[in-house]
Each structure stands twice: as C-alpha cells, then as structure tokens.
C-alpha cells in the first residue's frame, strides 16, 4: 500500500511564501501523475497543479506565475512551492500521486489534506 503523508502547512501572510511536501511511503515502481488538489470552505476541490511524468504540467489560472509543483525521486517527495500567497488561497491543500507499485498493482492515493492559512 503506497501512503501519502502531507506536511509544511500552516499559516503565512499574505505575500509570504510556503512549501508543501507530500511523502510517499510503500513499494513504489514508478509515479505516472502528481497533482495538488485544495478545497476551501463551502468550494468544490479544485486542481491546483499537476506534472504528468512526460514532464508536462498544469496549473489553475489563479496560481500561475505563484506555485511550482516539483519532486525528490530519491526521497518519493513531491513539493508545491507556494510563492505569494494570498488569501483566496486559504484551503486544506491534499496531493495526489499515481503509478505502479513494485509488484504490478496500480495505486491512486491521496495524502492527509494539510491546512494553508494566508491571513494577516
């Protein structure tokens, strides 16, 4: 089982800078697809950023130029830079990373959901 542990969160003001890390865990083969999802109060989840492994990205209109999603292989951690925050951007933050585990069975898992508090 490929886990997913989420962590940088917090609070930060706005134009202030923070850095997601998404940790995964298990007998990971190869990751096809990462992706950062956040949800704020009373929204629908959205699609922040996402890096297909052909190296094609995307990101929601409302963080380009602000966030970078980016990733360790030697330390199966996936990263958003968040550059600029502001307020809109207050959401519980959840990564996603697909592949392949060691053996052949596919994994689609998603982290914890951190908390991200743009705020002054």
């Known amino acids: 089982q490929v886990q997913l542990v989420e962590s940088g969160g917090g609070l930060v003001q706005p134009g202030g800078s923070l850095r997601l890390s998404c940790a995964a865990s298990?007998?990971?083969?190869?990751?096809?697809?990462m992706g950062w999802y956040r949800q704020a109060t009373g929204k629908q989840r959205e699609l922040v950023a996402s890096a297909a492994m052909t190296g094609i990205t995307t990101y929601a209109d409302s963080v380009k130029g602000r966030f970078t999603i980016s990733k360790d292989s030697a330390k199966n951690t996936v990263y958003l830079q968040m550059n600029t925050l502001l307020p809109e951007d207050t959401a519980v933050y959840y990564c996603?990373?697909?592949?392949?585990?060691?053996?052949?069975?596919?994994?689609?898992?998603w982290g914890q959901g951190i908390q991200v508090t743009v705020s002054s």
């Open positions: 298990g007998m990971i083969r190869s990751i096809d697809y």
């Open positions: 996603n990373v697909q592949g392949s585990e060691l053996f052949g069975p596919p994994f689609h898992s």
